[in-house]
């Protein structure tokens, strides 16, 4: 496994499920974040962790939650969501946190349908 | 302030024509600006990137012109080919603050042949 992958690629849940996305990178980055793709809008950051540490969290609602456990994984868990939540959700890596002059590395993404 | 206005939201254009998307923003202590390229189904991927010490930067058939004074920064692909059909983002950010990259909305590019 090279990159960034995350899991599921595609994803439907009910507004009452409890269900988790789960990103791991084999690039020896420091940093990772969750972004959130919906058409015709910028990308949109929800969470950003440093050496395993939230330094970021832009007013995302309590909803979605992550979860660092170590500098390769990140998890967004899932809880009474909305349907307009439906949307893919991108997991990137880097190898510094927010400073950013170099290259954010993101996965193919996880499509989120909430029914 | 911290928008990044990208345009136009799509882009057809003929094989080896010359595809310009752009971009502006407001806030002047922005320094660093990327543009990254998305292919349906995959993540996006760095593209290019510039600094404002510089008012243009090339790699291969990819450009970037960068107007410090007019706030608008500029992906220019020459020779434009169908496997260029993709979503372009702008973005921006502010690494002496050390904030998150802020992205623009997307150009879908459709290069026919």
């Known amino acids: 496994e090279t990159g960034v992958t995350q899991t599921p690629r595609h994803l439907v849940m009910g507004m009452t499920n409890k269900k988790s996305l789960k990103c791991e990178q084999h690039l020896g980055h420091n940093a990772m974040y969750w972004y959130k793709q919906s058409a015709k809008k910028p990308l949109e950051l929800m969470f950003v962790y440093s050496l395993e540490e939230r330094v970021e969290n832009n007013s995302v609602p309590s909803r979605f939650s992550p979860e660092c456990p170590n500098s390769s994984h990140l998890f967004l868990h899932l809880h009474t969501l909305q349907p307009e939540d439906s949307a893919l959700y991108l997991c990137?890596?880097?190898?510094?946190?927010?400073?950013?002059?170099?290259?954010?590395?993101f996965g193919e993404g996880s499509r989120l349908t909430v029914l | 302030q911290q928008q990044v206005k990208q345009s136009p939201q799509s882009l057809i254009v003929q094989k080896g024509g010359i595809s310009i998307i752009n971009c502006a923003y407001e806030?002047?202590?922005?320094?660093?600006f990327p543009w990254y390229q998305q292919f349906p189904g995959k993540g996006p991927a760095l593209l290019i990137a510039i600094r404002p010490d510089v008012s243009e930067k090339k790699e291969g058939r990819f450009t970037i012109s960068f107007n410090k004074s007019a706030k608008q920064f500029s992906l220019h692909i020459m020779d434009s080919q169908p496997g260029d059909s993709a979503t372009y983002f702008c973005a921006a950010s502010m690494i002496q603050a050390g904030t998150a990259l802020i992205f623009g909305k997307g150009t879908t590019l459709s290069v026919s042949s």
């Open positions: 806030n002047t202590a922005f320094d660093y």
């Open positions: 990137a890596s880097s190898q510094e946190g927010l400073a950013v002059d170099g290259e954010l590395f």
